[in-house]
């Protein structure tokens, strides 16, 4: 069997592990870190790239705890600060995640839109591990499923989800594109049944 060099993967799960130390996933009684070695495993699947593997696992440490790209970047290098700093949503403190979801989900999608594969790449290890855990939660608990989030109309979510697939289209024909693009589909058919869920939100 041929060995690899597994030595910044390594590093990277542990940091993460560390950073997220404590806490658990949201509405879920489990910790934190699922959700990050998920997003590694689906990148996984579509590239061997050292920094590409612990940008996955580290994409949740800047926008989540007290840790900074420049702590990234310092541990890690520029190429896996820049990929997970890619992946960090940015606030507006002066407005709340309720009030600011909508700008901050617009200005995200244009800035996947113009990225370069290797974040998308990144950046589909994330939103298909947060689809799979969508689709299977909205399958137990139906339309309370969505009280649970900032914004809580399953329109708002088809909108971001459906614009996701389309930012992404690069990877199309990847496994990993794939099921997402079909999960999408599938959970939102059924969700806004007798609504529409095309347009954007104004």
Known sequence: MNKIDT??????????VNAH????????????IVHPLEALTIVATMTSE??????????D???????????????????????????????????SKEDSWLDRKKAALEDLK????????VALG????NMRAIA???????????NQFRAKDPQSHAWRFRALVDAMSELKGLEAYEEFAQLVESVFSK????????????
Do not use: M, Q
């Open 7 to 16: 030595n910044l993967v390594d590093k990277a799960i542990i940091y993460a």
């Open 136 to 146: 299977r939660d909205f399958a137990r608990y139906g339309d309370d499923f969505w």
């Open 191 to 202: 969700a806004c049944a007798g609504k529409s869920c095309e347009k954007e939100n104004k």
């Open 61 to 95: 440490v800047v926008e989540d705890t007290e840790f900074t790209v420049e702590n990234i970047r310092a541990e890690f290098g520029d190429r896996v600060a820049e990929l997970v700093d890619a992946e960090t949503e940015k606030h507006d403190h002066s407005r």
């Open 126 to 129: 994330d939103k298909l591990s």
């Open 21 to 32: 130390k404590g806490v658990p996933r949201r509405g879920r009684d489990f910790p934190y």
């Open 50 to 59: 050292p920094e590409l593997l612990a940008a996955a696992v580290l994409h």
């Open 114 to 121: 113009r990225a370069g594969r290797d974040v998308k790449i």
